[in-house]
């Protein structure tokens, strides 16, 4: 396992109240001569991620992680995460065990896990990045948009839908989990295709490999309504009738530090409950 000495922690000020939590995990890895860097400061302030660090530290909950993810996609560092959320997928280190938990990441007792991440662009324009999912939906009132769907430039299938989401594995239990999509085991080299309440019989989920290219169309709206698509719920672009999103997995990686030894099935039997 790699030294670290350097942190950058990412905090909900939201969920950890007077950045208690926060003080804590500052106050323990200074006493353990580490370089500190909290992003809102303990007076308020907030301080930008030096360029030498070693791992963020998110807490909060998994939307805080997604977000430090994506402030920091461009460095290799490993990302851990303090639960203060609800579920809590990309959060494994609960408050109760915080100080133990900071040990075993001092003394080197953890696993990496890596998570493949995906990126999209419409038509030719610029690649963006994501985490948990691609989606493109309906962004003015309610109506009813055609999406056609190509893999490896070869037709799969339409959708008459709200949407549809191109999610990674790690995104299998966001917001595909809540349009009735399947969990997908975490560091999976997959791409799930979830159309958002479709209006149709054929509903499906469809599972590809890491290595296909997913291309959405959106050719037909019934009633004029204006259509979206967005990054891990961030940076909404606007679509236009015609228009065709690109979707592939990036060449980036994601690295988690993973300080349970239990399996997956039997943590997501835990988080189900």
Known sequence: MQNMDSFYIVSNSMKDKNLEVTRRVVSFLRRNKKFVFPDTGLDGSHVSAPEDIDCVISIGGDGTMI??????????????????GTIGFLTDVETASLESSLQRLMDGRYDVEERMMITGCVNDGDEKLAL???????????????????VNDNFLTSYRADGVIVSTPTGSTGYNLSAGGPIVKPNSQVM?????????????????GKRDVVRVEVIWDRSGGAAEVSYDGENHTPLNIGDAVTI??????????????????????????
């Open 67 to 84: 977000k430090a993810v994506r402030e920091l996609a461009d460095r290799d560092v490993l990302f851990v995460g303090i639960n203060l």
């Open 132 to 150: 948990n999912d691609i989606t493109m939906a309906r962004s003015g009132p309610l109506s009813v948009l055609e999406y056609r769907v190509y």
């Open 192 to 208: 799930v295709i979830t159309p958002i309440c479709a209006h149709t019989l054929n509903s499906r989920s469809i599972v590809l």
């Open 248 to 273: 592939k997995a990036a060449s980036k990686t994601t690295r988690f530090v993973r300080m349970s030894s239990e399996s997956f099935v039997t943590l997501l039997s835990q988080k189900l409950r």
